[in-house]
Structure formats: structure tokens, C-alpha cells
């Protein structure tokens, strides 16, 4: 693919780290056009050369504009793709930034997602008070990646992934962004560092997204309990803690 004048850019996260508040304010860039979670499963059946093959297309549409597309691990497991490999097609695509979402507390993530698929509600508008949808968490067996694990695993598998990740872009130019520390406090803020970095000039965007959870633990998880006696012994005990999202 020729060289083109904006950036191109691909964002990694395991989701429910607030990649989506971030990547809707950079779709609002008018120097970049942002695919979303161009790989995701859900929306399309992919192997390995028809994801990267939508990769190219997509990013060709763009034409002149910068160009950028977000994707998790698992959409990645699901088309078959390695991480090592799929990086050095995206060298070989002229991907030149990458941007990488981290959510510390991971069990946050986790219960994240389970009430979002209790409630039906994945994302709410800004200026949305958010309802308290309670729920309750099986450490030994929870929903993901289209299967069942242990709490544990769930938690271990994720970092597993960013280490991989870390390993696979060595070098390459890339912002790491960790939700607690730089979209919760001002998502604006976070827009605007993403935006320098993608060598874009400043450009208001909106934050249209509020936050989905924003409780503590124990208004959440009705058995945190069995969650803490689940997690204790680990490195990942300290999860359990009652802070607010």
C-alpha cells in the first residue's frame, strides 16, 4: 500500500477499558477515518487472509485521510491470526502508530461486561445516569470468548495477552493509555494525547459516552465474597477492593 500523508494506526484492548469513549472522539477527527472494531466476530466471519484482506480494503477507502481500526485479542484468535504475524502485515500495510488500552483492575472488566450482557446496555450516552444492575459471578465459570473460565484464568489470560503484545511491537511507535489513570479522570484529555501522538492537529471532539458502572464492587457483585475467596492467594486479590469505576 503507498505511503499516504496521514497516520495509519491500529488500537489493541480486551474492551471495557474505556477504547470505546476514545475511539468515538477520534472518529470525529476530520483528518482520520476510524473503522472501529473492524475484526470483531460478531459482525463477520473471518479467517486469517479475509481479516487482513478487510484491513487493506478499509484502509484504502480512506483514501488520503489517516486511517485507523481498533481490535481485541480474541478478534484476533477468532480469525486465526498470531500476534507477531498480524504486526508485520500491518508493517507491511503502512501501519506506522499503535495505541495501547490497559484496564489495571481487570476484574472491573470483567464485571463490566457481565452486566452489560445482563442488561442489554453495552454503551450510554453522556449525561446518562447510569442504572444499578446487580449480578452475581460464578469465579469458577465465566462467560468468555464464546466458552466458560475460571475468574482466574480470565485475569491471566488478558495479561498474557498485552505481554505477548508488548513483545510483538518491540520497537514500533506506540501510546499505551491505561483507563484509570488517563480516559476515566478526562476522556478529552485522552482524545488529545492520542491525537498528537497520531500527528493530527488539534481538533474539539465531543465525549458522547458515559460511564456504564460506576459503583463500587459490593453495589455490583451480590456474592464479592465468593469473587474475594477466589482471587485470594493470587496477585489479583486486590481487584476485589470496593473501589468505584
Excluded at 226 to 242: C, D, F, K, Y
Aim: charged content about 25%.
Amino acid at each position: 500500500m503507498s505511503a499516504r500523508p496521514g497516520p495509519m494506526a491500529c488500537m489493541f484492548h480486551v474492551g471495557r477499558s474505556g477504547s470505546t469513549v476514545l475511539a468515538d472522539q477520534l472518529g470525529q477527527h476530520p483528518g482520520l477515518t476510524w473503522a472501529g472494531e473492524l475484526l470483531d466476530p460478531k459482525r463477520i466471519r473471518l479467517g486469517p487472509r479475509t481479516a487482513l484482506a478487510l484491513v487493506e480494503a478499509t484502509a484504502r477507502a480512506a483514501g488520503e485521510r489517516g486511517f485507523g481500526f481498533e481490535t481485541k485479542f480474541y478478534h484476533l484468535r477468532r480469525a486465526g491470526l498470531g500476534l507477531g504475524d498480524f504486526v508485520a502485515r500491518l508493517d507491511a500495510l503502512g501501519f506506522d502508530r499503535f495505541l495501547v488500552v490497559r484496564r489495571r483492575n481487570l476484574l472491573r472488566k470483567v464485571v463490566s461486561s457481565q452486566v452489560a450482557r445482563a442488561s442489554r446496555s453495552w454503551h450510554l450516552p453522556a449525561g446518562t445516569a447510569a442504572a444499578l444492575h446487580t449480578i452475581r459471578i460464578d469465579p469458577d465459570r465465566v462467560p468468555v470468548e464464546g466458552g466458560h473460565r475460571p475468574l482466574v484464568e480470565i485475569i491471566e489470560l488478558y495479561l498474557a495477552d498485552f505481554r505477548a503484545l508488548d513483545a510483538a511491537l518491540g520497537g514500533r511507535p506506540r501510546l499505551d493509555l491505561v483507563f484509570e489513570d488517563d480516559i476515566r479522570p478526562d476522556p478529552a484529555a485522552a482524545c488529545r494525547r492520542a491525537l498528537a501522538f497520531l500527528g493530527l492537529p488539534p481538533h474539539p471532539t465531543a465525549v458522547r459516552l458515559a460511564p456504564t458502572t460506576p459503583w463500587p464492587l459490593g453495589r455490583v457483585v451480590e456474592n464479592l465474597d465468593q469473587v474475594r475467596a477466589h482471587l485470594a492467594g493470587t496477585p489479583h486479590a486486590w481487584m476485589a477492593g470496593e473501589d468505584e469505576d
